[in-house]
C-alpha cells in the first residue's frame, strides 16, 4: 500500500486550498509556510511568524484535518517552527528588506481613499444623528484634543464611514500638513502581514506612529483576527498618549465586542457615540438631498413614499433612489408616486416582503422546530417553545414591514419591547451560531420561496 509522504501531503493541501481562496489568500498565508523534513509521520511547517501559524490554525483547521494524519489519541500530527527561532544561515527564500533608510511614506501602506461625497455638508441630521455628528465635527476641528478615540458604532449602512471619511476631509482641508490616514481593520492587519514578513516592522511602526489622525473603519473585524489585536492596540496608545486623534467605527458599541478587556478599555477611553436609524422626516430629507445632488427632482409625495417604506438603511434608500431615477429616465416619465409603487415594487422582488405575513413565519419556524402555532403565540416559558418563538419574532421583524406593535401583537398580543427583546437576542445569537443561522437561513428561504 502506497503510504502519502509528507511532501504529497502537504502539496495536495496547497493544491487544494488554491481552489478555495483568493490568490491574495494564498500568496499572504500559505505561499510563505515551507514544509520541513521530520523523521516520523508528523508535519512539521516553518512559518515566518507566529501570526502565519494562527492564522493557518484559525481559518483553515477543517481544511487541514482533511489531510494532515492524526495521531491515534485523534490530535493532528503537526508542528511549527518560526523561522526566527532557527538560527541558520539565510535560506535563498529570505525577501530582501527594503532600504531601512527610506522614510516611511504613506503610499506604501494600505489606506482608503476618502469618498468625496462623504463630506459633512452632505451628511443630514436629524434626532438619530445629531450628537454624533457633533461630535464628529468637534473631533475634525480639534483632532487629539476633544475626545480620544471616538467611536462611531450602529448598524450598516447608517452614515459610519461617510462621517469617518468627514472627519478626514475638514482636518485636512483646514491644515494641509495634518497627516491623515484611513484604513479599514483588513488594512491595518495586511500592512502588519505584509512587514512582518519583510522585517520592516520599525517602519510600519514609525509610519504609523507619526501619523496626526487614524480613521479606523469596522473594528469589528478584528473579532475574527485577535493575533493582530496587541498590535493595534499599542498603535492606538501610542497615537493618543501622543495627542494624535483616532477615529473608530464598529457595529457595535466596544462593550460587545469579542476584543481583549485592554482594548475594550482603550475604545471607551474617549467618547463613545452611536448612529441611529433616521427618523421619518430626516429620511426624506436624505432622500431630497441626494436628489439635488445627482440633479433631479423628486416630488415630496414620492419621498415621502419611499422613506416611508425604506426605513432601516440609508444605504438601500439611495438604492432605491438610484433605481427609481433609472427608472423614470427609461420610461421618460416624471417621476410620480405611481411609478415610485411599481418600481420599489420590483426592487423587493416577487418574493416581496410584504406578501410574508406572521402566521407565514410562524408556520415556517413551527415546522422547523416542532412546535404547535399555538405555542408560539402563547406564554409558556419553557426552553423547547420560547426559543422558537422569538426565532419567529426576529424572522417577523426582519421579513415583514410592519409596526413592531402590530407584530407583536399578532404573537398572541405581546408587546412591542417582548419583540425587540427577541429580534436583540437571537440577531446576535445568529452571529456566532452556526446552526441557529443554517435553521434561520432554511426557514427565510422556505418563506421566500
Ligand atoms: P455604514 O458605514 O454605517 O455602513 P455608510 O457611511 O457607508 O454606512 O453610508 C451608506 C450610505 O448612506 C452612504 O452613501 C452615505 O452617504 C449615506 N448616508 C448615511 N447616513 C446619511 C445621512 N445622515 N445623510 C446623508 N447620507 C447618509
Ligand atoms: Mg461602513
Avoid at 199 to 226: E, N
Wanted: hydrophobic share 40%; with cysteine; glycine share 6%.
Amino acid at each position: 500500500m502506497h503510504t502519502k509522504t509528507a511532501q504529497d501531503i502537504w502539496s495536495d493541501f496547497l493544491a487544494f486550498m488554491q481552489e478555495r481562496c483568493s490568490a491574495t489568500e494564498f500568496q499572504n498565508w500559505l505561499a510563505p509556510i515551507i514544509l520541513i523534513e521530520s523523521a516520523d509521520d508528523t508535519i512539521t511547517l516553518e512559518v515566518p511568524n507566529i501570526f502565519v501559524q494562527q492564522y493557518l490554525l484559525d481559518n483553515y483547521k477543517k481544511d487541514l484535518r482533511e489531510f494532515i494524519p492524526r495521531a491515534p489519541s485523534g490530535e493532528l500530527l503537526l508542528t511549527f517552527v518560526i523561522a526566527e527561532q532557527k538560527k541558520k544561515p539565510a535560506a535563498p527564500h529570505v525577501a530582501t528588506p527594503p532600504p531601512a533608510s527610506q522614510d516611511p511614506s504613506p503610499g506604501s501602506f494600505h489606506e482608503v481613499k476618502l469618498n468625496p461625497q462623504y463630506v459633512f455638508e452632505h451628511f443630514i441630521e436629524g434626532p438619530s444623528n445629531q450628537f454624533v455628528k457633533s461630535a464628529a465635527q468637534g473631533v475634525a476641528n480639534t483632532p487629539g484634543k476633544s475626545y480620544n478615540p471616538l467611536f462611531i458604532h450602529g448598524g450598516v449602512g447608517l452614515g459610519k464611514t461617510h462621517l469617518l471619511h468627514a472627519i478626514g476631509h475638514f482636518a485636512k482641508n483646514h491644515n494641509k500638513k495634518l497627516r491623515v490616514q484611513c484604513i479599514t481593520t483588513e488594512g491595518f492587519i495586511n500592512d502588519l502581514v505584509d512587514n512582518l514578513r519583510n522585517k520592516t516592522m520599525d517602519r510600519m511602526k514609525r509610519f504609523y506612529r507619526s501619523l496626526d489622525i487614524l480613521l479606523v473603519d469596522d473594528i469589528q473585524f478584528l473579532q475574527s483576527r485577535l493575533n493582530f489585536e496587541e498590535e493595534l492596540c499599542n498603535t492606538f496608545e501610542s497615537l493618543i498618549n501622543n495627542h494624535k486623534q483616532i477615529v473608530i467605527t464598529s457595529d457595535k458599541p466596544p462593550g460587545q465586542l469579542k476584543l481583549s478587556e485592554r482594548m475594550i478599555a482603550r475604545m471607551e477611553w474617549g467618547l463613545v457615540a452611536h448612529v441611529g436609524i433616521p427618523d421619518l422626516e430626516t429620511r426624506v430629507a436624505i432622500l431630497q438631498h441626494k436628489a439635488e445632488g445627482k440633479g433631479i427632482r423628486i416630488p415630496h409625495k414620492v419621498a415621502f413614499f419611499i422613506a416611508e417604506h425604506i426605513f432601516n438603511n440609508v444605504r438601500q434608500l439611495e438604492g432605491a433612489l438610484n433605481r427609481l431615477t433609472a427608472y423614470s429616465r427609461l420610461m421618460g416619465h416624471e417621476v410620480t408616486e405611481e411609478i415610485a409603487q411599481k418600481s420599489l415594487g420590483e426592487m423587493m422582488g416577487p418574493s416581496s416582503h410584504k406578501k410574508i405575513s406572521v402566521d407565514n413565519v410562524m408556520k415556517s419556524v413551527a415546522t422547523l422546530y416542532e412546535v404547535k402555532v399555538s405555542d408560539l403565540c402563547g406564554n409558556a416559558r419553557s426552553k423547547d417553545v420560547a426559543f422558537p418563538r422569538q426565532v419567529a419574532m426576529y424572522l417577523a421583524k426582519e421579513l415583514i414591514n410592519d409596526s413592531l406593535m402590530k407584530l407583536a401583537s399578532a404573537f398572541g398580543g405581546k408587546t412591542h419591547s417582548t419583540l425587540l427583546h427577541a429580534w436583540k437576542k437571537i440577531g446576535t445569537q445568529v452571529e456566532t451560531d452556526e446552526r441557529l443561522r443554517k435553521q434561520i437561513q432554511m426557514a427565510r428561504r422556505n418563506l421566500e420561496a
